[in-house]
Nanobody, 116 residues
Framework: QVQLVESGGGLVQPGGSLRLSCATSGFTFSMYAVSWYRQAPGKQRELVASIISSQGSANYADSVKGRFTISRDNVKKMLYLQMNSLRPEDTAVYYC?????????WGQGTQVTVSS
């Protein structure tokens, strides 16, 4: 049974930091490209960051470059997103995604709210 479970979301003040985690099971994690997406109220889901392998380079949306860092641990089958210098416009539900050429999986999402 495939599972992706996000954690680490919450309420944070502008300028603060959060670290999201995504625990995975039920598939060969190391063989999948992994990503973080987010969806704000009334907006489409957008790609935040992605990474193909631990040695590969990461890609980021322009809006988060220099503030967010994606990483993965293939041994623990975990995906992370370190978010610094958070802004109110970063408020959204954040989802982890694992994708291969054959299939892709989603987590249930974790809410991040940036507000004073």
């Amino acid at each position: 049974q495939v599972q992706l479970v996000e954690s680490g979301g919450g309420l944070v003040q502008p300028g603060g930091s959060l670290r999201l985690s995504c625990a995975t099971s039920g598939f060969t994690f190391s063989m999948y490209a992994v990503s973080w997406y987010r969806q704000a109220p009334g907006k489409q889901r957008e790609l935040v960051a992605s990474i193909i392998s631990s040695q590969g380079s990461a890609n980021y949306a322009d809006s988060v470059k220099g503030r967010f860092t994606i990483s993965r641990d293939n041994v623990k089958k975990m995906l992370y997103l370190q978010m610094n210098s958070l802004r109110p416009e970063d408020t959204a539900v954040y989802y982890c995604n694992a994708a291969s050429s054959r299939d892709h999986y989603w987590g249930q999402g974790t809410q991040v709210t940036v507000s004073s």
